[in-house]
């Protein structure tokens, strides 16, 4: 049984991904590459398993925006053209079993509808012209449905109804709103009543009929939820869905539930998953229409739990545990075509991995172990992916089940890969809190010489139930610190996901304990390791938990960094409490509520150690997160300025927990080098 390395991955990544010679003239990676890379999503493989039709998303400057487009490839990497030239945004591809036409959604009319084009070219035909925006559309298996959702008022939950009562709202002239229960606000968005609800209308026209008429719940789920929250059952006239239907209870609780609803809406919702607490997502039938499968965690309000791979025969509803002892968690699954296996990827130590898992044994072989895995499906006998790592954004490769006969089938980065010089990068391992092995990546800087001695960017996950692993990432990618002549570390300490369960939840009520240990730790076999590593030159950054650990590291290991960079980071655990919305996060991690357990929001408070600061910091937050609110963000700026210690606040009064606009990432990177530069190099 073969198993694609990482060194096969990116030998082949080199030799089919560039067409021509490389650049005569190459450069250092920066933010520039970053924000040049186009962003291949949600790939679709075609009924009879010849084609794919997939988003690309491209970074339009001039517009500080991405712009998506839909393009197609054959599976054996021929034929790659782009489907759709219109300037609005193109996107959520999904075929007709026919094959013949590809259903989308598109902003062309001004808001987000469906539209649908030919396979064999023409312009395409808008299908719906409803008073409001549509996102997350799927096709029946028989092709007589269409599924889609829509914000709408749960008592008014016609789309015309809705669509009045936000005219009306418009017109008032006074803009208070009262809430009689939180959620207030979540993540980015103020709450004004509406929920998402699911539709479903005849492909050939009709009315859409919302299918959870007063449910005061939202599917997908916000705000990561996506269309593999919804499900067609395999005849067609039924749909299965995710949603949290838990009344005044839902910031604290992570009851979602599988719901099945027939297409007419003549019953309504039933709940599938009623007997389990926790979290219940990602139902998707098996091609013989038999099995459902879906995800399922076992503790109630932990939303880092595992995820176990959950049977259920359908319709009588028998269910079995398929990863019982298997100790990762699955972020997503896909049935073989045969319905003999599942697909599933999962986070694995600083990799997202690709498996196979037998329907009847249980038995679990990995078929990709190096990079990060995402969406897979089939095609034949083949499996369909894609794959990233930290030299390379997502490109679409084929493989088959044993992991043999890996090919690239897309290499639309490759030029862009090949002009800008990145850091070549390794994994170590080494003994951390109670001697437990540790993992660590390290990625040394663009043109390394080792007669020379680099500064060294210690980067720090947030989560805390994350990884910082081989993943290109958009926002928090350590080639930005290689091509600016820095040596990035990344250590996934106690806490982070990879391990099996039992290490992710050793972080529970010790924010400031194992964590530590393990980055003192890691830094210290990682400069002991390499020896060009500048052991009087080293800065700290992270967000979100990063940002809470820089706080804390301020007061907890003052006199190791010549500069920290803070980025959206609790200063005060106790009142973020107060200012969050999704509340069963502290309740778990910090064990309770700060009146029934205060000492687990005071034992590891950085505010306690505000005393012991002396370390110049750059601290950075947006308006719009409501995770870790700006307030936070603002005193520990109004401290180190107290505190007369060298500081600098940026602040984004149009982002959220991330910086998603181009311009605004720019000046991000550039603020954040330019204050390493500042402490590190002169």
């Known amino acids: 049984m073969r198993v694609v390395s990482l060194f096969a991955i990116l030998f082949l990544f080199m030799n089919v991904g560039v067409t021509g010679e490389t650049p005569a003239e190459t450069h250092p990676f920066s933010i520039h590459d970053m924000l040049a890379m186009d962003r291949i999503s949600d790939p679709q493989v075609s009924p009879d398993g010849k084609w794919i039709v997939f988003t690309l998303r491209i970074t339009d400057l001039e517009a500080n925006k991405g712009r998506t487009d839909l393009w197609l490839v054959g599976v054996d990497g021929k034929g790659l053209r782009r489907l759709t030239t219109h300037p609005a945004g193109d996107f959520n591809p999904r075929w ?109 026209g009709g009315e859409a009929k919302d299918v959870m008429p007063g449910m005061d719940a939202d599917t997908p789920s916000k705000p990561f939820g996506g269309t593999e929250e919804i499900t067609f059952t395999p005849d067609g006239k039924g749909l299965v869905f995710t949603a949290r239907d838990v009344g005044r209870e839902e910031p604290w609780s992570t009851d979602f539930d599988l719901y099945y609803v027939p297409i007419d809406g003549s019953k309504p919702p039933k709940c599938l998953t009623e007997q389990n607490e926790a979290w219940d997502t990602s139902p998707i039938f098996s091609p013989d229409g038999k099995t459902m499968a879906y995800l399922a965690m076992s503790r109630p309000r932990y939303e880092a739990d595992r ?73 034949g006998d083949r499996i369909i992916f894609g794959l990233d790592n930290l030299h390379s954004p997502v490109e679409l490769y084929s493989i088959k089940p044993d992991g043999s006969d890996m090919h690239a089938i897309t290499r639309i980065n490759a030029k862009k890969v090949a002009a800008a010089r990145m ?221 007369g210690i060298p500081s600098k606040f940026l602040y984004f009064p149009d982002e959220s927990h991330w910086v998603l606009k181009p311009h605004n990432s720019i000046l991000w990177h550039e603020t954040v080098i330019g204050w390493l530069d500042k402490w590190c190099k002169q």
């Open 423 to 643: 850091g070549e990068y390794e994994q170590f391992t080494f003994k951390g809190w109670h001697d437990e092995e540790v993992y660590c990546y390290i990625v040394k800087p663009v043109d390394f010489d080792p007669s020379k001695k680099y500064p060294v960017a210690f980067l720090i996950h947030g989560g805390p139930q994350g990884s910082f692993g081989n993943h290109f990432h958009y926002r928090w990618n350590p080639q930005a610190y290689a091509g600016a002549g820095y040596t990035a570390v990344m250590v996934d300490f106690h806490g982070s996901v990879g391990y099996g369960q039992d290490f992710t939840d050793t972080i529970r009520g010790d924010w400031g304990g194992k964590p530590l240990e393990d980055l003192k730790e890691g830094l210290d076999a990682a400069l002991e390791r390499y020896p060009w590593m500048d052991r009087e030159r080293i800065t700290a950054l992270g967000a979100s938990f990063g940002g809470y650990m820089i706080n804390w590291i301020a007061g907890n290991w003052p006199d190791r960094f010549l500069c920290l960079v803070n980025h959206d980071g609790n200063l005060d655990e106790r009142m973020a409490y107060f200012d969050t919305e999704e509340l069963w996060f502290p309740e778990w991690d910090h064990i309770g509520t700060p009146w029934t357990n205060p000492e687990g929001y005071e034992k590891h408070n950085p505010v306690n150690f505000v005393k012991n600061w002396k370390t110049p910091m750059l601290v950075i937050h947006g308006a719009y997160d409501f995770r870790v609110v700006e307030t936070q963000g603002i005193s520990t700026f109004n401290a180190l300025q107290r505190l």
């Open 307 to 379: 995820f176990k791979i959950i049977l259920y025969s359908w319709p009588d509803g028998k269910e079995r545990i398929l990863t019982e002892n298997w100790d990762r968690s699955p972020s997503s699954i896909y049935w073989s075509s045969d319905s003999n296996k599942i697909y599933a990827t999962a986070p694995n130590i600083g990799q997202q991995s690709l498996y196979s898992i037998d329907i009847k044994s249980g038995k679990i072989t990995t078929v990709v172990k190096d990079g990060h895995v995402l969406s897979p499906s089939t095609s």
């Open 96 to 204: 007709s079993p026919c094959g013949k036409l590809i259903w989308f959604l598109s902003t062309r009319s001004a808001s987000s509808q469906i539209w649908r084009i030919r396979v064999s070219g023409g312009e395409a035909e808008q299908v719906t012209a409803l008073p409001l925006d549509v996102g997350n559309l799927l096709v029946s298996p028989d092709g007589k449905h269409i599924a889609f959702t829509m914000e709408v008022f749960p008592e008014h939950s016609k789309p015309e109804c809705t669509k009045k009562k936000l005219d009306e709202i418009a017109s008032t002239k006074s803009t208070g709103r009262i809430y009689e229960k939180i959620f207030i606000r979540h993540w980015d968005t103020w709450k004004d009543g509406r929920r998402s609800h699911v539709f479903v209308m005849p492909t050939k």
